[in-house]
């Protein structure tokens, strides 16, 4: 299983930019695919998550309203749209799927998650 995050960069503040998840040898339909982050000499944060199978999603306070995940099943790939960004949002961003096995699971955990991707850059700088 083989999760690729594309689609970081450098933006300036208050700019844009669309992360993409895609997946090989996984189907997606029963998994929650959630975005981390990490910030240099940070720990990794939750950004947010989608559940393939219901299409629900959630995001914390912190990127409400300025970031939107969606997923494509038929294409086996999560987006991340980022609007404006600020200098805060600059880190590696991650995504990550794992399957709910009981009522417990916490998507904002990211030792809850088996399969990860190797990350993208984002850099939010004038």
């Known amino acids: 299983v083989q999760l690729q995050a594309s689609g970081g960069g450098l933006v300036q503040p208050g700019g844009s930019l669309k992360l993409s998840c895609a997946a090989s040898s996984l189907p997606f339909a029963n998994y929650v695919v959630g975005w981390f982050r990490q910030a240099p000499g940070k720990e990794r944060d939750f950004v947010s998550c989608i559940s393939m199978n219901s299409g629900s999603n959630y995001s914390p306070d912190s990127v409400k309203g300025r970031f939107t995940i969606s997923g494509d099943s038929a294409k086996n790939t999560v987006y991340l749209q980022m609007n404006s960004l600020k200098p805060e949002d600059t880190a590696v961003y991650y995504c990550?799927?794992?399957?709910?096995?009981?009522?417990?699971?916490?998507?904002?955990?990211?030792?809850?998650?088996?399969?990860w991707g190797r990350g993208t850059q984002v850099t939010v700088s004038s």
């Open positions: 990550a799927a794992g399957e709910p096995m009981n009522n417990n699971w916490d998507p904002r955990r990211y030792d809850e998650y088996d399969h």
